[in-house]
């Protein structure tokens, strides 16, 4: 439920670059409220496994890098509501947040809600999503062990997925629409080192048929037709910022909806920040989003206690 008090920083989004926030808000001495509507941890708790982050030499799953994201708030007891967020108000110096709880005040506002999956626009693809299409391996690869897929795609997550997926699949058809990977070097190497991969380049996908579930895909492989058939489609056609309440307010973002920010995190508006995957920047990984995290809640500090 919605309560009457005005926050010092309302943090939007309970992923690390949140939690990290609210963590660096609360020892600064700030009234500090998340408001999240799925589990702290954000999108990070439906991947399998975290290598990359300092500390955790043997890496760590996502399900258990949330619970421990979530022990350190209640340490600190930060305060989490789970809801949804509807509008904003940014306009005065108290920002308001309506959301399908209630009304929220505060007065500062971290916005770090991240970023959701574009669709690839193939025809059958929204149809048949949850029946064979996927946006998500590390969630849905169980459910395509030993069955041929596909996954689309040519960056650093397509390249990931596809060294996940290939535990659990009997083949997997990469396939991209240029004659070459975006992704990093290392992990080009490990995908075409996997004897169950088979890429195809100069490739874009068509159609998606199936009536209850994924049966192929409809390809245009080097200006020629060709069905590929498959039990499942994991899709890799690049990201979008997760913010639809703020539509029409009048912050800077790129074409793609991320937020522009300094390097203080301050948007365009007055005592609003961004933080993690739905800032415009150069590298969206757990470690920038922390550090992203820590950067606004100290910049509100100062600026609250100035």
């Known amino acids: 439920m919605a309560d009457n008090k005005l926050y010092d920083l309302v943090i939007l989004g309970g992923g690390p670059a949140g939690a990290t926030a609210a963590l660096y808000g609360t020892r600064a001495g700030l009234s500090v409220l998340i408001l999240e509507k799925m589990m702290v941890g954000g999108e990070i708790i439906s991947t399998d496994r975290l290598d990359n982050f300092p500390a955790f030499p043997e890496g760590i799953s996502g399900a258990e890098f949330g619970m421990l994201l979530q022990q350190q708030l209640d340490n600190l007891q930060v305060p989490v509501q789970t809801t949804e967020i509807e509008k904003v108000d940014f306009s005065g110096e108290t920002k308001t947040i309506f959301t399908t709880s209630g009304e929220y005040r505060g ?8 970023t959701e999956p574009n669709l690839l626009g193939a025809e059958g693809e929204e149809e048949l999503v949850g029946r064979g299409v996927s946006y998500c391996a590390t969630c849905d690869a169980a459910f395509f062990k030993d069955k041929e897929v596909a996954v689309v795609g040519g960056g650093n997550a397509a390249l990931e997925e596809t060294i996940f997926l290939d535990r659990f699949t009997s083949k997997i058809y990469l396939i991209h629409r240029r004659d070459k990977f975006r992704g990093v070097k290392g992990l080009q190497d490990k995908v075409l080192s996997l004897p169950g991969v088979e890429v195809l ?9 199936g009536d209850n579930k994924v049966k192929g895909l409809q390809l245009n492989q080097d200006g020629q037709g060709r069905f590929l058939e498959v039990g499942g489609v994991f899709i890799y056609a690049g990201r979008t910022a997760n913010a639809p309440f703020l539509a029409g307010v009048d912050l800077e973002t790129t074409k793609n909806g991320f937020i522009i920010t300094d390097e203080k ?18 590298l969206r990984q757990v470690i920038t989003a922390t550090s992203d995290g820590a950067i ?9 206690f100035a």
């Open 107 to 114: 007065k500062t506002v971290l916005i770090a809600t991240g």
């Open 201 to 209: 380049y100069n490739t874009t996908v068509k159609a998606i048929e």
């Open 296 to 304: 606004a809640a100290t910049a509100a500090a100062q600026a609250l």
């Open 265 to 282: 995190m301050k948007t365009a508006i007055p005592g609003v920040y961004a933080a993690g995957d739905i800032r415009d920047k150069y």
